[in-house]
């Protein structure tokens, strides 16, 4: 019979049910097919093929399934690392990709993503970004097989203004690559922190009605954990699973951080993981408990994440610490051996993609996805035949990405004696080093600019301040007792808080400064209600007044909704300063004109005497003047000398 290409020769590593090895062996293929796996004399006496390709000192395997990744970041690759995920994300990836993510940077970023994944054996791979349908339309021409998910979040994404925008977006994307020979839509809520349960229960239903997959980040970081656990009372799964959102077809990324009775949920709903290694090691996410996860019954991949947080694509690389890793953690060198490494990055993975009916194995009647390692190199010398075993151990502990000789995908040769043959590789070099000089300008602006960095973290409002103000020291309280009982002092509403300031200093003094203010009112019944800012302060203009000064400045503020080591780790001050004082505070009219009094007692640094302050917003010069003269008079009440004023801000105390 004729078949279109015989690989010939060499170790068959086939993945099928009884795990064959074939020494000396064989693969037909005939119209992209598999049809025939044996002994080379075997398979030669049934069949005659246009192409016979020797594979004699190599191994002929399936290709290599990266279950999960985010095919544009390449072009990210190396720009910020050693950095915390919430700094990172928040940080540099979101606001970078807010600004330069479009459908060219979509597809420049997946051609050499594409082009490293050939290179390192790839054959099928599982992405989630934006502008999917541009990632999907690179792929397929490349010739790749992939499940290509379009990104869905609650905050606005470099594609969608909003979340039913890009739900409009995906559903579009799915029905036009339904029915793809080499592409799966599916459909890419992010994660249950960056999405709401609407948009949850809205790509379950749409899974289910289009019957493709939904990919999505669950329990990556111990704190993504911890925060979640508190919002929904339960673990991350077990909310899924009471919520009704564990339907249909499903791959989550990560599992770092599971629970064992997650993963028998997950088990139970045949929903797999995609294990990220390196990239869990890199953002020091942790170790997933790949052999728990495996024991209860969960399929597990292979990924190699965003390039962003790799920083490549190897899959062979993920193989190794797949293998290596249960091994340090357990103190059990039989843990994970390299045959279950192997299965994780072929037959496994296609499982944790629904596709393991059509790839992740070489057996007749699967599409014809191979590819062939050359084993004869230095690093490969000697070989062994003892047991099946020294071909897997090779494969994980020894052999390099670079090895792969041949990549195959339904039959069609994507490279040949490693030369790439559907990607113009230096051509794609050269865009990414345009895209990046670009993006190394755009940071390289915003580092210098408070302003544009604490934009670039969202969430900000705007303000001019242009207030008068006066700050007394005082002995004890009994002039406070005064101005508060005089005639003219009408008292409107009071309140004690204790506030704790942090602020970040930096040396060039026309940067500015961040304060961090931890505000807690304290209520009635002794209660607090803590409420968290954020505020940037740019240099102050003063004028100065007989008893008071006029400050204007510029103000971003904005709800501090990260911890202060987020904002610590992100702003990276030269210095830090804290004050921490409980602060009583009066809205009072003097003459029917508003003003704020704050009574603050500093316990940090400590000071005995009672710090006063008397401020009111103004908008003119003139409205200025009056409230300065006004601000005398209570000065006056108090009977307060010129000496007791202090021109500094707690800051510089
Ligand atoms: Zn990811």
């Given at each position: 019979?004729?078949?279109?290409?015989?690989?010939?020769?060499?170790v068959?590593?086939?993945?099928?049910?009884?795990r064959q090895?074939?020494?000396?062996?064989?693969?037909?293929?005939?119209?992209?097919?598999?049809?025939?796996?044996?002994?080379?004399?075997?398979?030669?006496?049934?069949?005659?093929a246009?192409?016979?390709?020797?594979?004699?000192?190599?191994?002929?395997?399936?290709g290599?399934?990266?279950?999960?990744?985010?095919?544009?970041?390449?072009?990210?690759?190396?720009?910020?690392?050693d950095?915390?995920?919430?700094?990172?994300?928040?940080g540099?990836?979101?606001?970078?990709?807010?600004?330069?993510?479009?459908?060219?940077?979509?597809?420049v970023?997946?051609l050499?993503?594409?082009?490293?994944?050939?290179?390192s054996?790839?054959?099928?791979l599982?992405?989630?970004?934006?502008?999917?349908?541009?990632?999907?339309?690179?792929v397929a021409?490349?010739?790749?097989?992939?499940?290509?998910?379009?990104?869905?979040?609650?905050?606005?994404?470099?594609?969608?203004?909003?979340?039913?925008?890009?739900?409009?977006?995906?559903?579009r994307?799915?029905?036009?690559?339904?029915?793809?020979?080499?592409?799966?839509?599916?459909?890419?809520?992010?994660?249950?922190y960056?999405?709401?349960?609407e948009?949850?229960?809205?790509?379950?239903?749409?899974?289910?009605?289009?019957?493709?997959?939904?990919?999505?980040?669950?329990?990556?970081?111990?704190?993504?954990v911890?925060?979640?656990?508190?919002?929904?009372?339960?673990?991350?799964?077990?909310?899924?699973?009471?919520q009704?959102?564990?339907?249909?077809?499903?791959?989550?990324?990560?599992?770092v951080?599971?629970?064992?009775?997650e993963?028998?949920?997950?088990a139970?709903r045949?929903?797999?993981?995609?294990h990220?290694?390196?990239?869990?090691?890199?953002?020091?996410?942790?170790?997933a408990?790949?052999?728990?996860?495996?024991?209860?019954?969960?399929?597990?991949?292979?990924?190699t994440?965003?390039?962003?947080?790799?920083?490549?694509?190897?899959?062979?690389?993920?193989?190794?610490?797949?293998?290596l890793?249960?091994?340090?953690?357990s103190?059990?060198?039989?843990?994970?051996?390299?045959?279950v490494?192997v299965?994780?990055?072929?037959l496994?993975?296609?499982?944790?993609?629904?596709?393991?009916?059509?790839i992740?194995?070489?057996?007749?009647?699967?599409?014809?996805?191979?590819?062939?390692?050359?084993?004869?190199?230095?690093h490969?010398?000697?070989?062994?035949?003892?047991?099946?075993?020294?071909?897997y151990?090779?494969l994980?502990y020894a052999?390099?990405?670079?090895?792969?000789?041949?990549?195959?995908?339904?039959?069609?040769?994507?490279?040949?004696?490693?030369?790439?043959?559907?990607?113009?590789?230096p051509?794609?070099?050269?865009?990414?080093e345009?895209?990046?000089?670009?993006?190394?300008?755009?940071?390289?602006?915003?580092?210098e600019n408070?302003?544009?960095?604490?934009?670039?973290i969202g969430?900000?409002?705007?303000?001019?301040?242009f207030?008068?103000?006066?700050?007394?020291?005082l002995?004890?309280?009994?002039?406070?007792?005064?101005?508060?009982?005089?005639?003219?002092?009408?008292?409107?509403?009071?309140?004690?808080?204790?506030?704790y300031?942090?602020?970040?200093?930096?040396?060039?003094?026309?940067?500015?400064?961040v304060?961090?203010?931890?505000?807690?009112?304290?209520?009635?019944?002794g209660?607090?209600?803590?409420?968290?800012?954020l505020?940037?302060?740019?240099?102050?203009?003063e004028?100065?007044y007989?008893?008071?000064?006029?400050?204007s400045?510029s103000?971003?503020?904005?709800?501090?909704?990260?911890?202060?080591?987020?904002?610590?780790?992100?702003?990276q001050?030269?210095?830090?300063?804290?004050?921490n004082k409980?602060r009583?505070?009066?809205?009072?009219?003097?003459?029917?004109v508003?003003?704020?009094?704050n009574a603050?007692?500093?316990?940090?640094?400590?000071?005995?005497d009672?710090?006063?302050?008397?401020?009111?917003?103004?908008?003119?010069?003139?409205?200025?003047l009056?409230?300065?003269?006004?601000?005398?008079?209570?000065?006056?009440?108090?009977?307060?000398?010129?000496?007791?004023?202090?021109?500094?801000?707690?800051?510089?105390?």
């Open positions: 019979m004729d078949a279109d290409i015989l690989f010939a020769g060499g068959v590593v086939t993945m099928d049910a009884r090895i074939v020494r000396d062996g064989a693969v037909a293929v005939r119209d992209g097919r598999i049809v025939a796996v044996g002994k080379l004399e075997d398979v030669r006496a049934h069949w005659s246009r192409e016979v390709r020797d594979c004699g000192g190599c191994v002929v395997m399936p290599l399934v990266n279950t999960h990744t985010h095919l544009p970041m390449s072009l990210l690759r190396g720009l910020v690392d950095l915390r995920l919430d700094v990172w994300l928040y540099y990836m979101l606001p970078v990709e807010r600004e330069f993510t479009d459908e060219r940077f979509c597809r970023g997946t050499l993503s594409c082009a490293e994944l050939i290179r054996g790839v054959t099928c599982a992405d989630m970004y934006y502008y999917e349908d541009t990632v999907a339309e690179t021409q490349v010739g790749l097989r992939g499940v290509c998910a379009e990104t869905i979040m609650k905050i606005p994404t470099p594609d969608a203004e909003s979340y039913d925008e890009s739900l409009d977006y995906a559903q994307f799915v029905e036009k690559w339904q029915h793809h020979p080499l592409i799966t839509p599916a459909f890419g809520p992010h994660s249950i960056l999405c709401t349960p948009i949850l229960h809205a790509t379950s239903m749409l899974g289910l009605k289009y019957d493709v997959p939904q990919l999505i980040h669950i329990a990556e970081t111990d704190l993504e911890r925060e979640l656990v508190e919002k929904l009372g339960e673990p991350p799964v077990v909310w899924m699973q009471k009704g959102l564990l339907v249909g077809k499903m791959l989550v990324a990560h599992g951080h599971l629970t064992d009775a993963m028998r949920l997950l139970e045949h929903i797999g993981v995609a990220n290694p390196t990239s869990n090691l890199k953002l020091a996410s942790g170790i408990r790949v052999m728990a996860l495996r024991g209860s019954g969960v399929n597990v991949g292979l990924g994440d965003g390039c962003a947080s790799n920083n490549d694509l190897d899959m062979f690389e993920e193989m190794r610490l797949a293998a890793l249960p091994k340090g953690v103190g059990d060198p039989t843990a994970l051996p390299a045959r490494a299965e994780m990055a072929t496994e993975g296609a499982r944790t993609l629904y596709l393991d009916g059509e992740g194995s070489l057996e007749p009647g699967k599409w014809a996805d191979i590819i062939v390692v050359n084993l004869d190199t230095v490969e010398t000697p070989k062994f035949a003892l047991s099946d075993n020294n071909v151990s090779q994980v052999a390099k990405s670079a090895d792969v000789r041949d990549v195959a995908v339904a039959g069609r040769f994507l490279m040949r004696d490693r030369e790439l043959l559907t990607i113009d590789v051509a794609v070099q050269s865009d990414a345009a895209m990046a000089s670009r993006i190394d300008r755009f940071l390289a602006a915003r580092e408070l302003v544009d960095k604490i934009v670039g969430g900000v409002e705007q303000q001019e301040t207030e008068v103000q006066v700050k007394v020291r002995p004890d309280e009994r002039a406070l007792r005064h101005l508060l009982g005089h005639k003219d002092v009408n008292v409107i509403r009071e309140s004690v808080r204790r506030q300031d942090t602020y970040f200093l930096f040396d060039d003094p026309d940067k500015g400064h304060r961090y203010r931890e505000d807690n009112v304290i209520q009635p019944d209660s607090l209600v803590p409420r968290y800012g505020t940037l302060r740019g240099p102050t203009v004028r100065v007989e008893n008071s000064v006029i400050l400045r103000r971003f503020s904005a709800v501090a909704d990260r911890s202060l080591r987020f904002y610590r780790e992100y702003f001050p030269d210095r830090i300063k804290e004050v409980e009583r505070r009066w809205r009072v009219q003097y003459k029917g508003d003003f704020e009094v603050d007692r500093l316990f940090r640094p400590a000071y005995d009672l710090f006063l302050e008397i401020k009111s917003r103004t908008w003119s010069a003139k409205d200025a009056a409230k300065a003269g006004l601000i005398g008079e209570m000065l006056e009440i108090m009977g307060v000398s010129s000496e007791q004023i202090v021109r500094k801000e707690y800051v510089d105390f």
